[in-house]
T-cell receptor, first 114, second 114 residues
C-alpha cells in the first residue's frame, strides 16, 4: 500500500530564506506527483505537477524535484515571503490508479516570519 | 468560470440525519472525487468518478453514497450521519489523462455531527 510522508510537519523560517520541503513515498510505481498549497480554512491549490518521466518542474520561486528510484520529492522555495505561509501537501497518483485517486501526505505547515 | 463549487460551506447534523453535499464544476472535467480531511489523518479518498454514470469507491467509502448523472455534478450523500463523519469534505475535478492532470479543489464543506 502506498504511503506518503512529509517531513517536517511544521517549519518556521525568517523572511528571505530559501527552504526545502520533503516528501517521500513507499511505492516508486507512480504516474505523477503533485504539490499543493492549502491556506487555513480553504481548499487546495495545485502548485506543481511532475510526471513520472520528469525530474523537476519550476514555477516562479518554486522548484519541485522527483527521484522515483529513491521515492523522494522536494519542493524548494526561494526567497521566502510571509505570503508563502500555508500548509504544503504532496500527493501521488499510482500507476493503475485513476486521476481521481490521489494519495496525500499529511502536509508541512510553513510559517514565514517578517 | 467558477471552477469547483461546493455547498453548503458549513453544516451541523444530528446523529442519524441524512444530507447531501453538493459539488459542481464548470470545466467539463471527466474526473471528480470526494476527499475528507481530518486532523492527523491527511486527506483520504471517499469516492471518485471517471465520467458520467461511472463511480467507484476510494479508501473510506462506508456511510457515503455517490452518483454521477451529469458531467458537472457529483453529490455526496450521507445516509445516516455519525459523529465519526465530522470532518472537512473536499470535492475535486481533473481533466482527461495526459499532461494536464492538475487537480482542482473546491473550498470545502465543514460538517459537524452531534
Amino acid at each position: 500500500k502506498q504511503e506518503v510522508t512529509q517531513i517536517p510537519a511544521a517549519l518556521s523560517v525568517p523572511e528571505g530564506e530559501n527552504l526545502v520541503l520533503n516528501c517521500s513515498f513507499t511505492d516508486s510505481a507512480i504516474y505523477n506527483l503533485q504539490w499543493f498549497r492549502q491556506d487555513p480554512g480553504k481548499g487546495l491549490t495545485s502548485l506543481l505537477l511532475i510526471q513520472s518521466s520528469q525530474r523537476e518542474q519550476t514555477s516562479g520561486r518554486l522548484n519541485a524535484s522527483l527521484d522515483k528510484s529513491s521515492g523522494r520529492s522536494t519542493l524548494y522555495i526561494a526567497a521566502s515571503q510571509p505570503g508563502d505561509s500555508a500548509t504544503y501537501l504532496c500527493a501521488v497518483r499510482n500507476y493503475g490508479g485513476s486521476q481521481g485517486n490521489l494519495i496525500f501526505g499529511k502536509g508541512t505547515k510553513l510559517s514565514v516570519k517578517p | 468560470n467558477a471552477g469547483v463549487t461546493q455547498t453548503p460551506k458549513f453544516q451541523v447534523l444530528k446523529t442519524g440525519q441524512s444530507m447531501t453535499l453538493q459539488c459542481a464544476q464548470d470545466m467539463n472535467h471527466e474526473y471528480m472525487s470526494w476527499y475528507r480531511q481530518d486532523p492527523g489523518m491527511g486527506l483520504r479518498l471517499i469516492h471518485y468518478s471517471v465520467g458520467a454514470g461511472i463511480t467507484d469507491q476510494g479508501e473510506v467509502p462506508n456511510g457515503y453514497n455517490v452518483s454521477r448523472s451529469t458531467t458537472e455534478d457529483f453529490p455526496l450523500r450521507l445516509l445516516s450521519a455519525a459523529p465519526s463523519q465530522t470532518s472537512v469534505y473536499f470535492c475535486a475535478s481533473a481533466d482527461r489523462p495526459g499532461a494536464q492532470e492538475t487537480q482542482y479543489f473546491g473550498p470545502g464543506t465543514r460538517l459537524l455531527v452531534l
